[in-house]
């Protein structure tokens, strides 16, 4: 407890000399907005100056979705220049609290959006669609697998239901370093250039997907072609259902 209060009055210091700035806009944030030594009331206010912050909580509450035969897929928000901006900085700075922030907005909407009476939104297994193994290594970080834990916990923290409470993230699949995202070529040659990119991580896990019902998780969906992909992969082993949501359409 009192290395802890050390610690934060610490880490409070060495900012007043560096202050942490805005993920979106560089400016620097306010002292009660990064303060460890008592907690800003909202999770925003760690990462966004209160411009951006009120940017962020004036967009819609769900940007889409689409169903099919396999599922639901929910957009969480537009491709945006500003959120197209802060999911850049959380990939590619990279930044866990910016993903888990993510997460909580993924797991707010499908909280507000799917009844846990309703048994068709019971999930057994949240699974996050990896980026290639090449990327994750060179980035440190596996960005879905963070956003998906962060669900996972935002579940257990806000519903009551079993429904929602039953569901643990899955990190099961892989995606061979063969495959490159390829934003140039077009929606044709992109659908037969992750043809075949996915497998399960460890055979032994196909067990557990067989009758389940999956909640699978991306940052964004260009095409569409990458999750049908690890759709086709997971309902091949005998998975019942998959919805899929994703923080972005580009
Ligand atoms: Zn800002």
Redesign the pocket.
């Known amino acids: 407890m009192i290395r802890r209060t050390v610690y934060n009055w610490g880490t409070d210091l060495v900012r007043l000399g560096f202050p942490p700035s ?1 993920r ?2 560089s ?1 620097h944030l306010p002292f009660e907005g990064w303060k460890n030594s008592s907690p800003p009331s909202n999770h925003y206010s760690r990462f ?2 209160r ?2 912050q009120r940017q962020f909580q004036s967009l819609p509450a769900l940007h889409r979705t689409t169903d099919d035969e396999n599922g639901r897929l929910w957009v969480r928000f537009p491709y945006s220049p500003f959120i197209r901006g802060l999911i850049h900085q959380a990939k590619f700075d990279p930044n866990r609290d910016l993903l888990r922030m993510f997460g909580v907005e993924l797991a707010d909407l499908l909280l507000k959006y799917c009844p846990a009476s309703d048994f068709q939104w019971s999930w057994r297994y949240i699974v996050p669609v990896p980026p290639s193994e090449e990327t994750s290594r060179r980035r440190l970080l596996n960005q879905t697998l963070i956003i998906s834990r962060a669900i996972e916990r935002s579940f257990l923290a806000h519903s009551p239901n079993p429904p929602f409470t039953n569901c643990s993230v899955l990190n099961c699949l892989t995606k061979s370093s063969a495959y490159k995202p390829q934003t140039t070529v077009s929606k044709e040659k992109r659908v037969n250039a992750v043809a075949g990119a996915f497998a399960l991580r460890n055979l032994k896990q196909s067990s557990c997907l067989k009758g389940a019902s999956i909640l699978l998780i991306d940052d964004v969906v260009t095409t569409g072609a990458t999750l049908k992909e690890a759709t086709k992969l997971l309902l091949s082993f005998g998975v019942r259902r998959v919805d899929r949501i994703v923080v972005a359409q580009a």
């Open positions: 805005c979106s806009c400016h966004l100056c411009l951006c």
